[in-house]
């Protein structure tokens, strides 16, 4: 079955540092991939979404991610953190088979540090 | 903005009463989706919508209905609520055939005691 896994449940990161945050997709084919935010008590933001071409795609907020298919990864990264990024972040797969839906990862919380 | 809105945005509710949740939206799009949050599972999806009177199950649709009598309104139904039916839920909409990209509502956190 498709599955999304996000490895870190948890990340604290100090303001100004950098930022990586993991997915892992298992699916048969290349997927349409998502990155999405939500802060607190918020509804999800897209940050940005990969469908083919440049593997490196750039999102909203300085955000870029990166598909690596020998890795079934998608993993969103940005150079310099800022308070205002501390929120959940969640990595979404589109099924190209059948409806039209997506599946999440389980998400992962990031922390700002002063 | 994608236009959505969800209503109530909190609902306190007892266990075996009905509960009906609406979402709203104002650009007429084909595909509406509902969706619940919990911790530790992300986001799951319920049912979906995919035209007026088109809807299929997600995974976690048990003790869900829908209804889609007109393009803008997509309603969740818990006929019987119960505890475990406490979460957060989100609508979204899906604007374009073929894209999978999503915009979310703000949510309602329903509270069943």
């Known amino acids: 079955a498709q599955s999304v896994t996000q490895p870190d449940i948890h990340i604290t990161v100090s303001e100004g540092a950098s930022l990586e945050l993991r997915c892992n997709y298992s699916y048969g084919a290349t997927p349409y991939l998502f990155w999405y935010v939500q802060s607190p008590g918020q509804g999800l933001q897209l940050l940005l979404k990969y469908f083919s071409g440049d593997t490196l795609v750039q999102g909203i907020k300085g955000f870029e991610a990166e598909f690596k298919r020998s890795q079934s990864s998608f993993n969103l990264r940005k150079p310099s953190v800022h308070w205002s990024d501390a929120a959940e972040y969640f990595c979404?797969?589109?099924?190209?088979?059948?409806?039209?839906?997506?599946?999440f990862g389980q998400g992962t919380r990031l922390t700002i540090n002063p | 903005d994608a236009g959505i809105t969800q209503s109530p945005r909190h609902k306190v509710t007892e266990t075996g009463t009905p509960v009906t949740l609406r979402c709203h939206q104002t650009?007429?799009?084909?595909?509406m989706y509902w969706y619940r949050q919990d911790p530790g599972h992300g986001l799951r999806l319920i049912h979906y919508s995919y035209g007026v009177k088109d809807t299929d199950k997600g995974e976690v649709s048990d003790g869900y209905s829908v209804s889609r009598s007109k393009t803008e309104d997509f309603l969740l139904t818990l006929e019987s609520a119960t505890s475990s039916q406490t979460s957060v839920y989100f609508c979204a909409i899906g604007r374009t055939s073929g894209s999978y990209e999503q915009y979310f509502g703000p949510g309602t956190r329903l509270t069943v005691t």
């Open positions: 979404a797969v589109g099924l190209l088979q059948g409806a039209q839906k997506l599946v």
């Open positions: 650009e007429n799009h084909r595909y």
